[in-house]
């Protein structure tokens, strides 16, 4: 089938480029040894998880214990959850999937969380596997003062018999708002220092530090160094890519995923409505730094048009240009701002070559939030 005659919103992933996106993060790993951990709250499909593995990744990041759940049940076996996990009920939900053979670590930031794992693990014949998260300027969670993390060191190991602490990780989220390739630069070198001084500190303190994890797409879309001491880099967007990432890309060419809408009004000399909205693409804009770009999404067949607005199920674009060249009933391809959250409103993709549909997956991390 040709792809551009699906009915619509659907969403499109180009096989070709999104196969070249996860070869170029696998090579930069390779040349830098350190291990490809890739975060798959991007597409949260599993057959695109062991196409990231296939190549060489050492296993795959997740943000919620649901994803992992379902990363596991198509065999996924090597999952690190990059969020601190509370909650008694996802605590047995771990513990679980730990049972039926799954390496799974997941993140940890304070003496507070720690004893809730404790209390959880407790008797379950397993030990809770975690990673620090160190804050790095991003302004999320993670641990600031090196003080507090002595003094969870030092809960762990004299009160929390049932917890391992096996690294420390680490997310330069604020990249994405770096005004230049200069200060994202200077961003991941610094984020890169105060995750390794973190490890130093545990290692001082008795621990073994197997992991040191770092990273964010638009930091590692760049020839930025890695340093010594590093294990390990988390990227997520860069298997789809989208409009913000092209920014900092400098080019379109690496956006894999778009959907495909169809004009349905053109009411004005220079509006014209697509059917799909907020619902399809996302509200979600990025106006500030490396990652800034126009507008709610690119249309790809004419990259210097940009969506205006989004109400629910409409798209509005004001471009004369474009209202010439369209008529009702034609079809176009949106580049969304941010695919990450665009994935998660859809229920599957369709995997095209050569403008044919070759394979169509279920997005199965769809909706999977606790």
Same mark, same amino acid.
Request: aromatic fraction near 6%.
């Given at each position: 089938?040709? !792809?551009?005659?699906?009915?619509? *919103?659907?969403?499109?992933?180009?096989?070709?480029? &999104?196969?070249?996106?996860?070869?170029?993060?696998?090579? !930069?790993?390779?040349?830098?040894?350190v291990a490809l951990r890739p975060h798959t709250k991007t597409h949260k499909i599993?057959?695109?998880?062991?196409?990231?593995?296939?190549?060489?990744?050492?296993?795959?990041?997740?943000?919620?214990?649901?994803?992992?759940?379902?990363?596991?049940?198509?065999?996924?076996?090597?999952?690190?959850?990059?969020?601190?996990?509370?909650?008694?009920?996802?605590?047995?939900?771990?513990?679980?999937?730990?049972?039926?053979?799954?390496?799974? %670590?997941?993140?940890?930031?304070?003496?507070?969380?720690?004893?809730?794992?404790?209390?959880?693990?407790?008797?379950?014949?397993?030990?809770?596997?975690?990673?620090?998260?160190?804050?790095?300027?991003?302004?999320?969670?993670?641990?600031?003062?090196?003080?507090?993390?002595?003094?969870?060191?030092? !809960?762990?190991?004299?009160?929390?018999?049932?917890?391992?602490?096996?690294?420390?990780? +680490?997310?330069?989220?604020?990249?994405?708002?770096?005004?230049?390739?200069?200060?994202?630069?200077?961003?991941?070198?610094?984020?890169?220092?105060? %995750?390794?001084?973190?490890?130093?500190?545990?290692?001082?303190?008795?621990?073994?530090?197997?992991?040191? +994890?770092?990273?964010?797409?638009?930091?590692?879309?760049?020839?930025?160094?890695?340093?010594?001491?590093?294990?390990?880099?988390? *990227?997520?967007? !860069?298997?789809?890519?989208?409009?913000?990432?092209?920014?900092?890309?400098?080019?379109?060419? &690496?956006?894999?995923? %778009?959907?495909?809408?169809? @004009?349905?009004?053109?009411?004005?000399?220079?509006?014209?409505?697509?059917?799909?909205?907020?619902?399809?693409?996302?509200?979600?804009?990025?106006?500030?730094?490396? %990652?800034?770009?126009?507008?709610?999404?690119?249309?790809?067949?004419? *990259?210097?048009?940009?969506?205006?607005?989004?109400?629910?199920?409409?798209?509005?674009?004001? +471009?004369?240009?474009?209202?010439?060249? @369209?008529? @009702?009933?034609?079809?176009?391809?949106?580049?969304?701002?941010?695919?990450? *959250?665009?994935?998660?409103?859809?229920?599957?993709?369709?995997?095209?070559?050569?403008?044919?549909?070759?394979?169509?997956?279920?997005?199965?991390?769809?909706?999977?939030?606790?």
């Amino acid at each position: 089938m040709r !792809y551009m005659q699906l009915d619509t *919103p659907s969403v499109i992933i180009d096989r070709e480029i &999104m196969m070249s996106n996860l070869d170029r993060m696998q090579s !930069y790993a390779d040349s830098r040894q350190v291990a490809l951990r890739p975060h798959t709250k991007t597409h949260k499909i599993p057959q695109i998880a062991r196409m990231q593995e296939l190549r060489g990744a050492r296993g795959i990041t997740v943000a919620k214990v649901g994803e992992a759940e379902v990363m596991a049940e198509h065999g996924l076996r090597d999952i690190f959850i990059a969020n601190e996990i509370v909650g008694e009920a996802k605590f047995r939900r771990i513990i679980k999937l730990m049972e039926s053979g799954v390496h799974l %670590t997941f993140g940890l930031d304070s003496v507070e969380q720690a004893a809730l794992i404790q209390n959880a693990f407790r008797d379950s014949g397993h030990k809770a596997q975690t990673i620090v998260e160190i804050e790095v300027g991003e302004n999320r969670s993670g641990m600031i003062e090196e003080t507090e993390f002595r003094d969870l060191l030092n !809960y762990v190991r004299t009160q929390a018999p049932d917890i391992a602490i096996t690294g420390v990780f +680490s997310h330069d989220g604020s990249s994405y708002n770096a005004k230049d390739l200069a200060e994202c630069r200077q961003i991941h070198l610094d984020a890169q220092v105060r %995750t390794l001084r973190f490890a130093q500190i545990a290692r001082t303190m008795g621990f073994e530090m197997e992991t040191v +994890s770092i990273g964010s797409t638009p930091s590692l879309l760049q020839d930025f160094p890695i340093l010594e001491g590093v294990t390990e880099i988390r *990227p997520g967007t !860069y298997a789809l890519m989208d409009a913000s990432m092209a920014s900092v890309h400098g080019s379109l060419d &690496m956006c894999a995923a %778009t959907v495909l809408a169809t @004009v349905i009004s053109r009411p004005t000399s220079e509006r014209v409505i697509l059917d799909v909205g907020a619902k399809g693409i996302t509200m979600q804009t990025r106006r500030v730094g490396i %990652t800034a770009v126009e507008g709610m999404g690119i249309i790809k067949q004419f *990259p210097d048009v940009h969506i205006f607005d989004v109400f629910d199920e409409h798209a509005i674009i004001y +471009s004369k240009k474009f209202r010439d060249a @369209v008529r @009702v009933g034609d079809k176009v391809e949106i580049i969304p701002v941010h695919v990450c *959250p665009m994935m998660n409103l859809h229920e599957e993709v369709y995997m095209v070559s050569n403008g044919e549909v070759v394979e169509v997956c279920p997005i199965a991390g769809r909706g999977r939030l606790r």
